[in-house]
């Protein structure tokens, strides 16, 4: 069996690849309908937020505190429990 070659990545070039996704995403955010604002109800009014709009909201909370690896599930929990909160 043959060797798959491999693609050398720089640091630099992996640095410049997440900056830029980090750019593609805050672009979305900004685009997407506020999020820190009151949640407009849902058809099924379920007492558990989408998962789409728990990590939204951990996501940003990742940007907020400059992108640093290591506190993912903390930005989760803390996300969902903004979420849960009552309005």
């Given at each position: ?77 803390a996300a969902e429990r903004e979420l849960k909160?009552?309005?």
């Open positions: 069996m043959a060797k798959r070659p491999t693609r050398s990545v720089s640091k630099r070039q992996r640095t410049t690849e997440n900056a830029l996704a980090d750019a593609q995403a805050a672009s979305a955010l900004e685009q997407a309908p506020d999020m820190g604002g009151p949640m407009m109800a849902s058809a099924s009014m379920a007492s558990e937020p989408p998962e789409e709009e728990i990590r939204m909201r951990a996501y940003r909370r990742y940007l907020e505190r400059g992108g640093s690896d290591g506190q993912e599930v903390d930005d989760w929990l909160q009552p309005r």
